[in-house]
Structures are given as C-alpha cells and as structure tokens.
C-alpha cells in the first residue's frame, strides 16, 4: 500500500445541521409575515378600516409561514438524511468492490489532516 496515494476522494459533503436553515426560515417567515401586515394595514388605511383586519392577517401569516417553514424544512432535513444514507451505502459498495483502493483513499484522508503517510496507511489497514 506504500507510495503515492492519488487524491481520489469523491464523496459529496453531508454535513450540516438544523440551525442555519431553521434562522434563515424563521427570518423568511417573519420578513414575509411582516410584508403580508404591510400590505393589510396599506389597504386598510386606504380604505378607512380600523387594526382588526392587520392583526387578524398578521395571526393567520404567522400559522400559515410556521406551518410552511416546517414543513420545508422537514422536507430539507428528510433529503440530506437520504443523501448521507445513499453515500454510506456506495462507501459500503466500494469497500466489497476495492478494499485495497478505499484503504489507500482513507490514508490520504488522513495525510491530509496531517498524519504522516505511514502512519496513515497503517490505520487504514486496522481499519479495513
């Protein structure tokens, strides 16, 4: 397994968490909720009606824009799952197809981190 380890590392990017999407969803759903009370209070001043209508549009915008923002975002999180559950079964895959190959990839996973070239290989050998 000595020598030049070609950088083959083909695996898409997985990671993430819940936290960035769900501050930009919630800022989405206030900017819009806060452009739908706009409009309302727009038309309602025009034509001379009170904040019932404003507060009533704002209450149903903030429902509809929680139920549509947990919703996309369940939609979201539910599609990276399939993604790193896909990637752990072509990794599964290529392991029965070329161990040797997926050894000398995790080597220079590691050298790249840092890890000398032999030390590297000889944990990618422990860990196959």
Same mark, same amino acid.
């Given at each position: ?42 038309? *309602?001043? %025009?034509? @001379? =009606?009170? /904040?019932?209508?404003?507060?009533? #549009?704002? +209450? !149903? ?6 139920? *549509?923002? %947990?919703? @996309? =975002?369940? /939609?979201?999180?539910?599609?990276? #799952?399939? +993604? !790193? ?44």
């Amino acid at each position: 397994m000595s020598g030049t380890i070609p950088p083959d590392d083909h695996h898409r990017d997985v990671t993430g968490g819940w936290l960035r999407p769900a501050v930009f969803g919630a800022m989405d759903g206030l900017v819009s909720n806060f452009a739908l009370m706009a409009g309302v209070a727009g038309g *309602s001043a %025009a034509m @001379g =009606e009170g /904040t019932t209508g404003v507060v009533l #549009a704002g +209450l !149903a915008g903030l429902a509809a824009g929680a139920f *549509s923002m %947990a919703a @996309g =975002e369940y /939609t979201s999180v539910a599609s990276q #799952a399939e +993604l !790193a559950e896909q990637e752990f079964e072509n990794e599964r895959i290529e392991l029965r197809r070329n161990a040797e190959g997926e050894a000398k990839e995790l080597a220079q996973i590691w050298v790249r981190r840092g890890v000398d070239l032999e030390l590297a290989e000889a944990v990618a050998m422990q860990l196959g």
